[in-house]
């Protein structure tokens, strides 16, 4: 991505929707850190705190992936529950006991 996204501008919607583009075919996890990466924080202070946690929670777990401590399908399935929870509302991450 050669644009970047001001952290403000986003809504969980579409963060939702980069990340069911994502998953469309397997995991396109080369397209989710594009989209990380093009991420300007400059705005973070009135940015929605939803949008925050999200994408938080989704540039964490793309580095556990990165760095070997996700298997591609434990990726998927994270990543799926932002694709499907439509209410803003982030559990603490599952246990990987």
Do not use: C
């Not at 940015?47 to 540039?59: K, W």
């Not at 990165?66 to 559990?91: F, H, I, K, M």
């Amino acid at each position: 991505m050669s644009r970047l996204i001001q952290i403000e501008r986003l809504s969980t919607a579409q963060v939702r929707a980069t990340v069911r583009g994502a998953l469309k075919h397997g995991v396109d996890s080369e397209a989710i850190v594009d989209w990380l990466t093009a991420i300007d924080w400059g705005g973070v202070e009135s940015a929605d705190p939803s949008v925050l946690e999200i994408v938080g929670l989704v540039e964490l777990w793309s580095t556990e992936y990165a760095e070997g401590d996700l298997t591609a399908a434990q990726y998927a399935d994270r990543l799926s529950t932002v694709r499907v929870n439509p209410s803003n509302q982030y559990s603490p991450l599952p246990s990987t006991s």
